[in-house]
């Protein structure tokens, strides 16, 4: 890269993803339509992935009008190895390259502590934790190609505050009585696999950060928003309300762009400082 283009501090140089191809998985609804939408807007070619076709195929066609990037889509189930692969290699026929890996999709699962079933464990885990790992390993040889330390590949796992908050029953976002056991648990080992990966990949140009959202409008948030409103679930917070996609939608681009180039191994905790505020308040 050119000395021009490394004292180049203007916005479009510095935050810049036109041009780029990104996969996002789980990219047809919450937290993953927020960061497809941020990345088409700015001009970036998006392949959004996950089970429901129907759904995927409405993003698109919202995400298309507005461009000028472009949303394409892929129906698969990434909860098995093979899963994964098959959504590898369905990118591999359509690209040579690609610059971004949002491994987005994810599950939870809420039971009484004494009755947890076996399945809320095996299904958590495999697709919050082994999905990101298996797309990762699959798509490295993409995210690798023509990768520098000043224009790396770049992986973002999306995990959550429940990795390291304490609390698992009587949260708004869960029915009462239940605890999310494995879910806390599943993002814990995601944080950790983000390390990992970070370390590994670091030699193939490759960075990988997680983001840790606090609550957002999504699929798993959506009992607790039509039980208690966005008003109840933001009640004692810090900055009283609940995150919104404008808020994703920036620290994606970030570490996406040029000015997240030496961020790796990065955990970015994204909830206006609700976590932190509840863990001392509990001190």
Not at 250 to 256: K, T
Request: net charge positive.
């Amino acid at each position: 890269m050119s000395e021009e283009n490394l004292m180049n501090f203007s916005t479009s140089a510095l935050f810049g993803v036109k041009g780029k191809v990104a996969v996002v998985t789980g990219g047809g609804s919450g937290i993953g339509s927020m960061i497809a939408s941020a990345y088409v807007q700015n001009g970036a070619k998006v392949y959004i992935a996950s089970r429901k076709e129907q759904q995927l195929k409405e993003a698109c066609d919202i995400l298309n009008k507005k461009g000028p990037g472009s949303c394409h889509y892929v129906v698969a189930d990434i909860s098995t190895k093979a899963g994964c692969a098959a959504l590898a290699n369905a990118i591999k026929e359509r690209e040579s390259k690609i610059h971004v890996l949002v491994n987005n999709s994810g599950t939870s699962w809420g039971s009484p502590f004494d009755d947890f079933p076996e399945q809320g464990w095996d299904k958590v885990m495999a697709l919050n934790v082994k999905s990101a790992f298996y797309m990762t390993s699959a798509l490295t040889p993409l995210l690798a190609k023509d990768a520098t330390s000043f224009d790396p590949g770049r992986v973002i796992n999306i995990s959550s505050i429940a990795s390291f908050v304490t609390v698992v029953e009587g949260a708004r976002v869960a029915a009462e009585g239940t605890g999310t056991w494995s879910y806390g648990t599943s993002k814990a080992a995601l944080n950790h696999l983000t390390i990992l990966l970070a370390t590994t990949l670091a030699k193939k140009f490759i960075t990988v950060n997680t983001i840790c959202p606090g609550v957002f409008p999504s699929k798993m948030t959506a009992f607790g928003l039509k039980q208690h409103g966005e008003e109840g679930l933001a009640a004692g917070t810090p900055f009283g309300r609940i995150g919104h996609p404008r808020d994703m939608a920036g620290v994606a681009l970030f570490l996406a762009s040029p000015a997240a180039a030496f961020v790796s191994g990065s955990h970015i905790v994204l909830d206006g400082a609700n976590a932190h505020s509840t863990m001392k308040a509990a001190l």
